[in-house]
C-alpha cells in the first residue's frame, strides 16, 4: 500500500518562496505512477494544481503556471513542489497524491478522481 506524508507548510510572507515535499512509502522501484498536487483553501473545492509523469514530465495548471515547479528526486521517493512569488490567494493546504498511471493524461480533467492515494495535507498561510 502506497503512503503519502506531505510537509514544508508554514506562514511566509507574500513574494516568498516555498518548497513543500511530499515521502512515499510502500513504494516499489517497479510501481510506475503519475503524482500530482492539489490545494484547498477555505471553502473551495480541491483544486489540481502540478502533476509528474514516470518519465518526469511536468504539467501546471494555468492559474500557476511560472510560479510553481514539480520535481521528484532520483529514486522517485520524494515528490516536491516550490512555489515562488507566493500570494495571499496561495494559502491553502496542499495535498500530494499519486495516481494508478504512469502518465498524467487527463489529471486536470478528472482532477482529484484521476488519483487514488493521498498524503494528509500541509498548511501554508500567506500574509502581506
Known amino acids: 500500500q502506497l503512503q503519502l506524508v506531505a510537509s514544508g507548510g508554514g506562514s511566509v510572507q507574500a513574494g516568498g518562496s516555498l518548497r513543500l515535499s511530499c515521502v512515499a512509502s510502500?513504494?516499489?522501484?517497479?510501481?510506475?505512477?503519475?503524482m500530482g498536487w492539489f490545494r484547498q483553501a477555505p471553502g473551495k473545492e480541491r483544486e489540481a494544481i502540478a502533476a509528474?509523469?514516470?518519465?518526469?514530465?511536468?504539467q501546471y495548471a494555468e492559474s500557476v503556471k511560472g510560479r510553481v515547479t514539480i520535481s521528484q528526486d532520483n529514486d522517485r521517493n520524494t515528490l516536491s513542489l516550490q512555489i515562488d512569488s507566493l500570494k495571499v490567494d496561495d494559502t491553502a493546504t496542499y495535498y500530494c497524491?499519486?495516481?494508478?498511471?504512469?502518465?498524467?493524461?487527463?489529471?486536470?480533467?478528472?482532477?482529484?478522481?484521476?488519483?487514488?492515494?493521498w498524503g494528509q495535507g500541509t498548511q501554508l498561510t500567506v500574509s502581506e
Open positions: 497524491a499519486a495516481a494508478h498511471s504512469r502518465y498524467c493524461n487527463g489529471w486536470l480533467v478528472e482532477g482529484s478522481r484521476f488519483f487514488q492515494y
Open positions: 510502500g513504494y516499489s522501484s517497479a510501481y510506475t505512477t503519475c
Open positions: 509528474i509523469d514516470d518519465v518526469g514530465k511536468p
